[in-house]
Nanobody
Framework: QVQLVESGGGLVQAGGSLRLSCTAS????????MAWFRQAPGKEREFVTA????????YYADFVKGRFTISRDNAKNTVLLQMNSLKPEDTAVYYC??????????????????WGQGTQVTVSS
């Protein structure tokens, strides 16, 4: 069982930056593929980015490429999402997710077993 707790959301103006953090309770954190998803009001939850166990490979949705960066620190059981050049359309609840099995390149949310409670990101125009 893995418990995930996100932090770092908030209100920011367009063009600004935020850094989200997700801390896991599991001592086997390094075995999990970690990802961020988001859900905007009235929309389905969508994949944002994922990172492999070692952090050696990362995957991004097209709409965040070049703006967002995912990273992890296995010694601290933490995954980070650095968000730059934020746009109003990035406004959403951002969720941290973890899975132990499956392809790290898959963006299917049903493959992820563990989820955080979400953190709100609001980007004003």
């Amino acid at each position: 069982q893995v418990q995930l707790v996100e932090s770092g959301g908030g209100l920011v103006q367009a063009g600004g930056s935020l850094r989200l953090s997700c801390t896991a309770s599991s001592g086997t954190f390094s075995r999990y593929i970690m990802a961020w998803f988001r859900q905007a009001p009235g929309k389905e939850r969508e994949f944002v980015t994922a990172i492999t166990w070692s952090g050696g490979r990362t995957y991004y949705a097209d709409f965040v490429k070049g703006r967002f960066t995912i990273s992890r620190d296995n010694a601290k059981n933490t995954v980070l999402l650095q968000m730059n050049s934020l746009k109003p359309e990035d406004t959403a609840v951002y969720y941290c997710a973890a899975k132990m099995y499956g392809s790290s390149s898959s963006n299917r949310e049903e493959e992820y077993n563990y989820w955080g409670q979400g953190t709100q990101v609001t980007v004003s125009s």
